[in-house]
Antibody, heavy 117, light 109 residues
Framework: QVQLQESGPGQLKPSEALSLICTVS????????WSWIRQPPGKGLEWIGY???????NYNPSLKSRVTISVDTSKNQFSLKLSSVTAADTAVYYC???????????WGQGTLVTVSS | SYVLTQPPSVSVAPGQTARITCGGN??????VHWYQQKPGQAPVLVVY???DRPSGIPERFSGSNSGNTATLTISRVEAGDEADYYC????????????FGGGTKLTVL
């Protein structure tokens, strides 16, 4: 059974770069697409972007200028980088596997990232 | 970009049937997926491709999709079903292909 686990700093200052890693266990990262989704406190889900096992990416246009998603098949990990964060980027960040027919399952447990001076 | 509209809240008594709607322009032409999110937990897929259930999801959860409305139906509601529910579609024609609804809080009275 595939499991996902996010890791990375929980506190950032405005203008810093957010960097998170999602480690995939119980299965290979190859042959699937992998996504990042976030949820501001008390709000709904916002799709950030996804990467295919071959490295193709698709990002939310509202974040595209600041987002990079990459994959490391040797470590069975994929990562998220978000530059120049502000308080509006405070959220729980989830990684998830994107299925071929475009639903997300499973999800990681999520990691809270707080941006504050 | 494509917009999905959900009611902010739905309330139902235990044992009754809850219906959570997800509205979108001609949503019947798209595949709709539903997630359940309990407080402090990650979302869990409960219905995919309009009406299919992942393994481990009770038969009480079902879905339908036609016209401009998709519906998640939870039969014989239990206290443990209290959660936020999100619909999601893939908008192939958009540069923002992954779209989530705003979420519906299901309260079990």
């Amino acid at each position: 059974q595939v499991q996902l686990q996010e890791s990375g700093p929980g506190q950032l200052k405005p203008s810093e770069a957010l960097s998170l890693i999602c480690t995939v266990s119980g299965g290979s990262i190859s042959s699937y697409s992998w996504s990042w989704i976030r949820q501001p406190p008390g709000k709904g889900l916002e799709w950030i972007g996804y990467i295919t096992y071959s490295g193709s990416t698709n990002y939310n246009p509202s974040l595209k200028s600041r987002v990079t998603i990459s994959v490391d098949t040797s470590k069975n990990q994929f990562s998220l980088k978000l530059s120049s964060v502000t308080a509006a980027d405070t959220a729980v960040y989830y990684c998830a596997r994107k299925q071929t027919r475009n639903w997300f399952d499973p999800w990681g447990q999520g990691t809270l990232v707080t941006v504050s001076s | 970009s494509y917009v999905l509209t959900q009611p902010p809240s739905v309330s139902v008594a235990p044992g009754q049937t809850a219906r959570i709607t997800c509205g979108g322009n001609n949503i019947g032409s798209k595949s709709v997926h539903w997630y359940q999110q309990k407080p402090g937990q990650a979302p869990v897929l409960v219905v995919y491709d309009d009406s299919d259930r992942p393994s481990g999801i009770p038969e009480r959860f079902s879905g339908s999709n036609s016209g401009n409305t998709a519906t998640l139906t939870i039969s014989r509601v239990e206290a443990g079903d209290e959660a936020d529910y999100y619909c999601q579609v893939w908008d192939i024609s958009s540069d923002h292909p992954v779209v989530f609804g705003g979420g519906t809080k299901l309260t079990v009275l």
